[in-house]
């Protein structure tokens, strides 16, 4: 199976299946914050309020591990090694929306500070 990309071809070994499943240094290096709208508490909200604390009025954060100040308490694994989140499809928006190609190998300006902070290369392309 091969994929086009700038009119050449690429065997999908050569792509990486997500450069987030060895990474997860965004779930380090910042603080999720959402609308409260998005807990699983209100109507058609999603994500596990029991993982989040409240924020603001409006809105509220994912808790940080309890032994890892910074660290998403969804997030399992080891950074930059390999890493799930453990609330995949209900994570907040702001998690979903975040970097949208990194999972491909392309990052952008808050990917790239983030995997530095963590003592990661940027992302770069393919
Ligand atoms: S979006 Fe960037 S910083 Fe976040 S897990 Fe993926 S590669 Fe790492
Ligand atoms: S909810 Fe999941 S994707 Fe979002 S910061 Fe936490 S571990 Fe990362």
Known sequence: MHRLRR???LRVSQIPDSACQSCGACCVAYRVTLPRVELDSAPGGWVP???TEPYTA???CMREHPDAPGRCIALEGIVGVAVRCAIYSQ???ACSEFAPLSALGHGDDACDAARRRCGLPPLGGI
Do not use: D, E, V, Y
Request: net charge positive; aromatic share 0%; no cysteine.
């Open 7 to 9: 009119g050449r071809q």
């Open 49 to 51: 309020a029991a993982l």
């Open 58 to 60: 409006t809105t509220a």
């Open 91 to 93: 994570r907040p928006s």
